[in-house]
């Protein structure tokens, strides 16, 4: 049975996940760690801005994005912005996942003024955003929402934003 963003929306957000057996509940954000990522130092400190303005709005879900930043900053290697590598998910990449065994998306990262030209934008300041940045090619992570976990986020390629072949999974 699939269901829709208005299904999730109607019966309460996290409902869906709770319908999979096979995917635990996590109460604390702490039992995804380690989390291997590795940011550079723009996208850090990015992160750390997202954290500290999630944190000053307070309610629980905020507060539960907050503490899954924190933990990927905490857990992440940091290197030079320069230094990141191509394969790696990055505040401006045209990134391409899939969610589990579901069909494959691609859509272009921003931190603060999304893309105009770009129809398939993801804010970084989102569970989905901050689950994907930091992430090599093959490499993937728990996706949660709200209150639970909505299945894995797996990359399948990471391109610059103006790459012709960007768009090959929208």
Known sequence: MRHTSQDRLRNGAGLVARQ???????????????????????????????????????????????????????????????????????????????????????RTLYHWTYPDHDRSRLAVGTYLGVTLIGLRVGQGMALLDSEDVLGTARILAVREPGDPRAGRHD
Do not use: C
Request: charge should be positive; hydrophobic fraction near 40%.
């Open 20 to 106: 999979h057996d096979h995917l635990p509940a996590f109460d604390d954000i702490s039992a995804l760690r380690p989390i291997r990522a590795r940011l550079g130092t723009y996208d850090y400190w990015q992160l750390n801005e997202h954290r500290r303005r999630f944190q000053a709005i307070g309610t629980a879900p905020f507060l539960r994005l907050a503490q899954l930043i924190r933990a990927k900053m905490a857990d992440a290697e940091v290197v030079n912005t320069r230094d990141i590598g191509h394969d790696v998910v990055t505040g401006d990449s045209r990134v391409s996942f899939a969610i589990d065994a579901g069909r494959p998306q691609t």
